[in-house]
């Protein structure tokens, strides 16, 4: 109940305080007020100058780092995105405060990175992660509606894999200084960010001068709702991707509450800021190609649920510590390289002369992801212990 | 009749695919294993759930689950 909030005015112990924050974090309430605070907090960066219907992108916010150091060069989506920089070390705080810092790496590394990298590239060929799809929806982009569908399917068929035994095996507990190396890289992102250096003429650091990379909202504004929600979403698990899988696997309707919420608070958050657009076509950032947005997130889908966690959750877990969840998030990170080095990512509709030009993938980005799917069957299929 | 489970590194949602499959079987109390609070969490989540109570110790930086009917 939000009444537990209440229990700072009582005398009692550090530990005591912890443990009953813990428990309404953990509980519907906490879920819920969390998702509300994700919500309000995405749209407000758009105000503040993030790209429309971006409020906050997991996946394209980790492609533009991409960009800025030079991994693609894509030159309207590079940009050292700080709300990632914040989800990691805000969640390291949390989980730091809280005693649930825990080094731990080793449950097949290399299938999170494959999985991670073809996670990017199916959500490039959709243009968002779940957290975008929200934020698109909420901002009235019904092309997300369609997305999700895919998402939905993607998490459908990776629960089946879990159900019949689906596991990347067990991780081990190790040095300390494993479970930092993710957010020291944030630290090292965010000297850059804030020092922009030039390593050669022509050469990165780059920001986009025009273009979704060119978007965004000051660094500090930024930087400081990323640490705030890594902090809370690692206080309560928030995922996108478990949202969904929790319903199908078992009727357990936790995370998706914290979702819903997201959901309803960005509308409304949108239609006071006066960012609500209802449409289907031409809609910021995003392309009306049903096929390939149901496919591109199918693919994604199915890779966040084979390797555990949505692109944000895997984010909050390497910040408490977990090298294989650092792993996919590299994973992601090269993805996003590969995606747009070989023209693997969609267009968005664009309106040429008047007329509507539908996006979508080239060939290339429906090879790609039809090979993704193939890639991810297998791990799926090959990947099962016998109870 | 103890079962037990032993769900420690693995990782979401596995622990509680376990359990519950531990659970349908019948045979209580279930002991599960888990190395995270999110694990601990998630499990007693699903076995109150379904109805069963739940005592948890702790073992250093391990938990244990007791399930009963």
């Given amino acids: 109940m939000p009444a537990d909030f209440l229990f700072w005015a009582a005398p009692q112990s550090r530990e ?27 749209p407000m960066l758009q105000k503040l ?13 980790e492609r533009d780092i991409a960009g800025a150091l030079g991994l693609h060069r894509a ?10 920089i914040g989800f ?5 705080a949390a989980a730091l405060l809280f005693r649930e810092f825990k080094a731990r790496a080793g449950s097949a590394p290399i299938v999170r990175f494959v999985l991670g990298a073809f996670a990017m590239i199916g959500a490039l060929v959709f243009l968002g992660c779940p957290w975008r799809a929200g934020f698109r929806l909420a901002g009235g982009d019904l092309t997300a509606l369609v997305g999700i569908l895919g998402l939905v399917g993607g998490i459908g068929t990776g629960v089946w894999f879990l159900r019949s035994g689906y596991s990347l095996g067990r991780s081990q507990k ?6 930092w190396i993710l957010p020291l890289l944030m630290v090292g992102l965010l000297l850059l960010a804030i020092f922009k250096p030039v390593f050669s003429e022509g050469g990165p650091i780059f920001f986009s001068e025009s273009g ?8 500090l504004a930024s930087l400081g709702i990323g640490l705030l929600i890594g902090f809370l979403a690692q206080r309560t698990r928030f995922c996108t991707m478990g949202a969904v899988r929790d319903v199908i696997l078992m009727k357990d309707f936790h995370l998706l509450s914290g979702f819903g919420a997201l959901l309803v608070f960005a509308f409304l958050t949108n239609l006071l800021l006066d960012q609500f657009k209802l449409g289907y076509t031409a809609m910021p950032i995003a392309h009306s190609n049903l096929v390939w947005n149901i496919l591109g997130m199918l693919l994604a889908g199915l890779a966040y649920t084979l390797a555990g966690g949505c692109p944000g959750r895997q984010l909050f877990l390497a910040g408490e510590g977990d090298g294989d969840s650092a792993i996919f998030v590299l994973g992601m990170i090269t993805g996003a390289g590969i995606a747009h080095n070989f023209n693997l990512a969609a267009k968005a509709d664009a309106m040429v002369d008047g007329v509507l030009k539908v996006g979508g993938p080239s060939t290339f980005g429906m090879v790609a992801v039809i090979l993704g799917l193939v890639v991810c069957l297998a791990i799926g299929f090959t990947m099962r212990q016998k109870a | 009749m103890t079962t037990t489970v032993d769900a420690r590194g693995l990782s979401c949602p596995q622990p509680v695919i376990l359990a519950q499959k531990a659970i349908a079987n019948g045979k209580f109390p279930v002991e599960v294993l888990v190395d995270t609070v999110t694990s601990r969490e998630n ?19 391990e938990f244990k689950l007791v399930i009963a009917k």
Wanted: some cysteine; aromatic content about 6%.
């Fill in chain 1, 174 to 179: 190790t040095y300390s200084a494993v479970g």
């Fill in chain 1, 49 to 61: 100058g993030n790209p429309p219907n971006m409020g906050i992108c997991v996946a394209c916010f």
């Fill in chain 1, 88 to 92: 990691v070390l805000g969640s390291m």
């Fill in chain 1, 75 to 84: 030159n309207v989506v590079q940009y050292i995105r700080p709300e990632i």
């Fill in chain 1, 212 to 219: 979704p990379g060119s978007l965004h909202a000051p660094l």
């Fill in chain 1, 16 to 42: 005591v305080h912890l443990e009953r924050l813990t428990k309404f974090f953990a509980s519907r309430w906490g879920i819920i007020l969390v998702g509300a605070i994700i919500g309000i907090l995405g």
């Fill in chain 2, 43 to 61: 499990v007693r989540r699903m076995a109150e759930q379904l109805g069963c109570k739940v005592s948890i110790t702790q073992q250093e930086d």
